[in-house]
């Protein structure tokens, strides 16, 4: 593995990415939360507004949504965009977001914090040079079959094109499992941790696909040593235009602040 | 699976795909074969002229290449393009070559007979809707990791916009097993056979990553019902710029094609 | 790979297998067929006569069955090997059943021909070392997660212990995909074929799950230089005991025998 | 899912292990430690000495062994089996060792406090319903390819036989990834506690292959709920006749009992 620019040389640093006064790597977890897609004003506010209150970090949001059917809900693209910055600037939380397409980035870099590469473009190499040329923090999820190298490898695109702020997310990877929408690999967290100097999150929605799982999964990626947590939340899971099944009510998003909290 | 538009219905004939005076899913096997990247105008003119001379129908070249590391060879781009062009205007062969990125599309249909989506962006959205606007005909490379669901999807996401020609090809799966690059998943011929309209094609190429599997690899195919197979060749795979551990010399292509011809 | 006693040493011809006037590896496909249990004599003798009918060459049946569930049919245990012997000797046909247990190797002896050692003990290392001091020929199926050297080294066990008649059968192994019970890895066949002087066959029925495509992976398995199939037949599957939806009927056997002798 | 014994039926208790004093699945964390295999009496006395004094609960140490190659070290057998009791009475402590052959479990169980049914023998059903005859708690590994449902359905064997004493033993599963042995499944705990009434414990050795990896999934493995761990030490990993990669010094396991205990 080539990993000059993000690679962990001898007794240098781990990275500590800065947005505002959040430190994402510095010790201490953080808690990305939100709803998948946005989907209205309504939706965004009240998640945003629970975020806040219980001392979540960052709010995240999807507006363009990758879907494996063409006759799924695509999300409310800019408009979205929109409503989540709106959102994210009443109640002073940092927004990211998915950006699918190089002719979307200087667009959706306009509206969030920080820009999200999701799983299903993980090699999509002219999108990771794009968002290389950005000034933003990139959020890089690791593909659903990427291994630990092609993953490392991938940061290092953005990284080549300049941009070394990437926050790394273990989101599961495919395995012959089928009780869990994914196998989420925690031992990539201290693997990323000896190979890299970058900071790594876990998705423990996507993860697991299964809300009951969230919670207990959550604990193990910080024991394990994760910088944060990414989460999915709903007003009104059984409603939601994506991803229900996984994401927490407010009530069971309590439940899990206090636990990491305590 | 919602295949409105690309699914098997009652009696329905199988699609055939017309190029000039080539038809691909009419019962007769095709012959795609090119070297993995094109290097220089010699190669990829030596290459056209042994795929023409041994009954090949359509040369492939690759111009923009996603590789794993960004300090692996990328590809000539455009310039790339314009070589393959004259090659197959030379041998009067049709050209197929992939496009990465939205904003090449364009570009790139200038050049090629088929636009070839890659593996790793089978489920790039955005890519897929970009070419399902375009009237040349889609070579669909199936994601590593991709179930035959998945993979229909992201072909009907093309022919939602519009474009219903489109070439499913099956390139291996990621799997346990190291000895080859990915398990060729031959099942998957009759599968979208009974699924779907659309012809199928195999790369025992990229399926099996070593050259002493294609021969047989692409017999199994064709007995399978594959319309076609692809084929990397090179005029001295030790010397390729990449993949050359999966090329067939063109000696060794001889022998392929003498056996399929028989 | 230390492969000393069943590797392919230089210039050294392929194993063959002789069970009567029968040969295994010899360039001659054999078929196997019969049910997945044998259920009772009047189901065993049926398929017994289309078997010899129809020009199969070895009659095989289960009589312990390895079953995920302890609450589901177990098999007939050693009256059904006694109805499976019978059945033979009635059609002269050679036959095959599996072995689940070192304490039973005997017993089965006495009434089979070849000695099936199931997916689920392929790395069962004292019964592959049971079944190695005896003098049946032995069926060795690739276990579900197996890679090409678990699979070759769980032969080498057997013929260490003296016995180097082994037939090697690809049945399929474990992957992400849901649409076939297995991926059937084809490339299989070619690799044993280069690093072993052993006979492979292969099992579509179980490498699919799904009786439409047997037909097709058997010619697939044949076109790769498989030494034979496997094929689950049932006189009527859809009271099949087990197995019952990737059993053929004894009319879509009839169709696979013409195609495949044509 | 038809776990009529094992499964969690309403409001029922979690079943608690008793080995002499100590109880598993009772809310304290349990640690199981010692050598892969059994080399000598030093070996093994050093390791039940270290165990002990850090505060261990079981001694392991395997006597039967199964290694991928026939000419691997196969273990001490009962010699090896004898030295592990001793040294479990020395020390005071319970020991677990594997059984392989269905034909050794009651010899097995004279010197063992727990039988292990490795991974490789997950589906042996043969082995599991001769283990599910003895009062002998036991240890199930889970196979590396086995779904949650296949490994809860062999529990299901044992307790039908009769013994329902069974601890489940996560130990990872084969996916592509090739950076660890084997890819860690954490999710496992949670689903396996809402699925079933019975005791689950990790085993971060082989569940990832590489000893810098034990440390962060031991905690991990904690934090998601398991019941204890099982770590792999020995007195001098580098001369081990197996494992030693993924085997602790004494010192390194000292780090880790105080982590855990802290």
Chains 1, 2, 3, 4 share one sequence.
Not at 14 to 26: A, T
Not at 75 to 98: D, M, N, Q, T
Request: glycine share 10%.
């Amino acid at each position: 593995m080539n990993l000059n620019l993000i690679g962990k040389k001898n007794h240098e640093e781990n990275k500590i990415i800065q947005i505002g006064n959040l430190k994402i790597g510095s010790g201490k977890a953080i808690v990305i939360a939100g709803p998948c897609s946005i989907e209205n004003e309504q939706q965004i506010d009240a998640a945003a507004n629970i975020v806040k209150k219980l001392g979540g970090h960052i709010l995240r949001g999807g507006a363009f949504k990758p879907r494996t059917s063409p006759y799924s809900f695509q999300g409310l693209g800019e408009e979205g965009l929109r409503l989540l910055k709106e959102a994210g600037e009443k109640y002073g939380l940092p927004v990211v977001s998915e950006v699918m397409d190089t002719r979307d980035v200087e667009m959706v870099s306009k509206y969030v914090d920080i820009l999200q590469i999701g799983s299903r473009n993980m090699q999509n190499f002219s999108l990771l040079k794009e968002v290389g040329r950005t000034q933003k923090p990139i959020l890089l999820k690791r593909g659903m079959t990427a291994t630990i190298e092609d993953w490392l490898m991938a940061a290092e695109y953005i990284a080549y094109e300049g941009n070394e702020d990437i926050i790394l997310c273990e989101r599961g990877v495919r395995t012959f499992e089928t009780y869990t929408r994914n196998t989420l690999d925690l031992a990539a967290v201290p693997i990323i941790k000896n190979l890299s100097k970058l900071p790594i999150i876990v998705d423990p929605s996507h993860g697991t696909g299964r809300k009951e799982l969230i919670r207990p999964m959550t604990k193990a990626s910080l024991a394990a040593g994760a910088d944060g947590v990414m989460i999915e939340i709903h007003p009104n899971p059984c409603e939601a235009l994506s991803d229900g099944e996984q994401s927490l009510n407010f009530e069971e998003f309590h439940i899990l602040m206090k636990e990491i909290n305590h």
